[in-house]
């Protein structure tokens, strides 16, 4: 009992920790703070993931996010000059209804969540934790293995990779040798019409 | 394991591979290669979805395909197809108007047909995990298509309003799917279907999905961000994104309504009608002011979205036909009227309403065929398009939903007058002095040509509408059974 209630505990100042830790990585002022605050969240729920006894994702967790992810933020951070330039104070309207629509759906998804009973799961259903059971399970053709989501991912994955590097790409200069004749079109001033040229405002909607 | 199931999906794929790796290995003269790769490919998939057997299952029972799931996935190569034949011009810099930092045609083409994969695996898809992750796939390339002008501020615009909502979008989709495993205990769409009775936290993770899936369909009040990314991304991107982009929301509504929530569909008829009737009516008065057509037709794709998912108000046969079949008219209609967008920027980089006029004049046929597209947009019989919102519109009817019929006959006819603003620059303002005729690549004018056919075809032939009905029909029996 006592080590239930223990747990308890532990889940409430995980969870309370990873909210108030989430809230400071979107109100902080200074880009390097919201990294730190990101990194509490990631660790918390790394810690809500040892609790449900999901090891290998609790270590997957720190090993990929906190180390790897945040890591590369601050990094990022660190690199751009305007490392604390933030957005601008939004206008009073907008703050007032973003504070609406985040309490209302606060208290709706509470009052929801309060009076919800969801069944524990059976102790044969809970899902495997250690890594060579989920590994058979990621590579499983059945229909308890999920190997079809897995080689998706990969795909996934791939293709971030494809579009981050083709959207961070330089083109570069064309007397340089080496260089593609591919990004022939890149090198080619804009050769626009006049009328387009000075275009008046759009009607924004 | 038959895996000839997955033909389709295995050939888009490896032709993304070929692709990608041909860009490495072929000579920069020879770089048009690579559209034909893609445009193979595609072809092959589309053969090979054709041929397909009409049901069956692998990965014991994670991905299926069924007469629904077909439809969908030819309607996906359609549309892909007809993508790279409007971006060949300008990826390869023969567009008459030059674009700095456009090009890539290896990346771009993978990319594209990633996407398609995604899309593919979406439809076919049975558990949420699948459905999740195959919707990332379908998405997250999109995100860099929109920026891939990377020397345009406004098309880097386009990418990061892109990826923020898209993001968001994905948040909410997740919120609502842990919600649905938590209430069912399964990740199987069947298996959620039956486990999970109304309550109010079944209501909420339903909302929070239909939310997070609005933002790719464009449903109001989940539009904001559709005009920006339509006028920023590159014009063939943008003709993807308001036909894939789109057709990938409805097969994912269609996976959410009809594959799992096929008990309860009833429950959501009136939210369907006001959602519908509110995303036809503000994208309908929007358009009316927009004078970039690429904003323009942003918004007359969100009104679209709203006939779109008036398929959903009958969970049977004939909502599912009626649905499809207006998907297939809607791509076909929407890709003709930005073909004709995509040749004009593409010859002369305008792309006002205005200026578009006396473009009868010079060419002639080009106007025609946007005329045509654009009615059919608008839904003028005999066209396409007023069949497919006929048939919508009778599946509302059928629901009960009578002023829903009334409020889409209404916007029909404000559409009508907003195509016609184009058509009167067409056809009635004067063209400049100096206008001369625009020359037309042949891929271009053909493809422009086969559009404009195939809108009329489809709205006097009812052999399409008898088909899709066929097969839906075989596959609402196996469900409902």
């Known amino acids: 009992m006592m080590h239930d209630a223990a747990l308890t505990v532990l889940f409430y100042v995980l969870g309370a920790g990873a909210i108030l830790c989430a809230l400071a990585v979107v109100n902080a002022r200074r880009l390097l703070r919201a990294a730190l605050a990101l990194m509490f969240v990631l660790l918390a729920s790394a810690g809500l993931y040892l609790l449900l006894g999901a090891e290998f994702l609790a270590g997957i967790q720190v090993l990929v996010y906190v180390g790897g992810i945040v890591i590369l933020i601050v990094f990022a951070v660190m690199l751009t000059s305007a490392a604390d330039l933030l957005e601008d104070h939004p206008s009073p309207g907008r703050m007032l209804a973003g504070a609406v629509a985040s309490i209302s759906f606060l208290v709706f998804a509470g009052g929801v969540f309060a009076r919800l009973e969801l069944a524990a799961p059976a102790p044969g259903a809970r899902p495997p934790a250690d890594a060579s059971a989920i590994g058979r399970r990621l590579l499983d053709f059945g229909s308890e293995g999920y190997v079809l989501p897995f080689e998706l991912l990969s795909l996934l994955l791939l293709a971030a990779v494809i579009g981050g590097i083709a959207v961070a790409r330089k083109t570069p200069p064309r007397d340089q040798p080496f260089t593609s004749g591919g990004d022939a079109p890149g090198e080619v001033d804009i050769v626009l019409p006049r009328s387009q040229r000075d275009e008046p405002e759009e009607p924004r909607a | 394991m038959n895996f000839w199931l997955m033909l389709p999906e295995l050939v888009v794929i490896a032709t993304a591979f070929a692709a990608g790796g041909a860009d490495l290995l072929v000579a920069d003269r020879s770089r048009r290669a690579l559209a034909a790769i893609a445009l193979g490919g595609i072809a092959a998939a589309f053969t ?85 992750v195959s919707l990332e796939l379908a998405t997250l390339p999109l995100f860099v ?47 959620i279907g039956r486990a999970v009775a109304p309550s109010p936290a079944f209501w909420l993770a339903a909302a929070l999905v239909l939310a997070g899936v609005g933002f790719k369909l464009t449903i109001v009040p989940f539009h904001m961000w559709a005009a920006d990314v339509y006028e920023g991304a590159p014009t063939p991107v943008t003709a993807y994104l308001s036909v894939a982009s789109k057709a990938t929301g409805l097969a994912f509504l269609f996976q959410l309504f009809f594959r799992m929530l096929l008990p ?10 006001i959602l519908a009737a509110t995303t036809m009516t503000l994208g309908n008065v929007v358009a009316i002011v927009q004078s970039n057509i690429k904003r ?186």
Request: glycine share 10%; hydrophobic share 60%; aromatic share 12%.
């Open chain 2, 48 to 132: 090979a979805a054709l041929a397909a057997p009409l049901g069956g299952a692998l990965f014991g029972g994670r991905f299926i395909v069924d007469g629904a799931a077909r439809w969908f996935k030819l309607l996906f190569l359609l549309a892909g197809f007809l993508t790279v034949v409007l971006s060949k011009d300008l990826l390869e810099g023969r567009a008459r108007v030059r674009v700095r930092g456009i090009g890539f045609p290896g990346e771009y083409y993978t990319l594209l047909l990633f996407t398609l994969a995604g899309m593919m695996c979406l439809i076919s898809a049975t558990d949420i995990v699948t459905l999740y």
């Open chain 2, 145 to 191: 298509l929109a920026a891939w002008r990377r020397d345009d501020a406004r098309s880097g615009e386009a990418g990061l309003k892109y990826v923020i909502v898209g993001a968001l979008a994905s948040a909410f989709i997740l919120y609502g799917l842990g919600i649905l495993y938590g209430l069912a205990g399964s990740t199987a769409l069947a298996a």
């Open chain 2, 264 to 273: 309860h569909l009833e429950a959501w008829t009136p939210l369907l009608a």
């Open chain 2, 296 to 481: 323009f037709m942003a918004f007359s794709a969100i009104s679209q979205a709203g006939y779109l998912i008036m398929g959903f108000m009958a969970p049977g046969t004939d909502g599912v036909a009626a649905m499809i079949f207006y998907l297939l008219v809607y791509i076909v209609t929407n890709l003709a009227v930005f073909a004709c967008i995509i040749w004009y920027s593409n010859e002369t980089g305008r792309e006002r309403i205005e200026e578009y006029r006396g473009l009868a004049r010079t060419n002639p046929l080009m106007a025609l065929a946007m005329m045509v597209a654009l009615f059919s947009l608008a839904g003028i019989p005999p066209l396409s398009g007023f069949v497919g919102k006929f048939f919508l519109f009778s599946i509302a009817s059928a629901a009960g939903c009578h002023w829903l019929v009334a409020v889409a006959a209404v916007n029909t006819t404000i559409s009508l007058y907003y195509y016609l603003r184009i058509v009167r620059q067409m056809y009635i303002e004067p063209a400049e002095e100096d206008a001369a005729p625009l020359p037309s690549g042949r891929a271009l004018a053909a493809v422009i040509g086969a559009l404009a056919v195939a809108v009329v075809l489809l709205g006097i032939v009812p052999w399409f509408y008898a088909q899709a009905h066929a097969h839906a029909a075989l596959w609402t029996a196996a469900a409902l059974r």
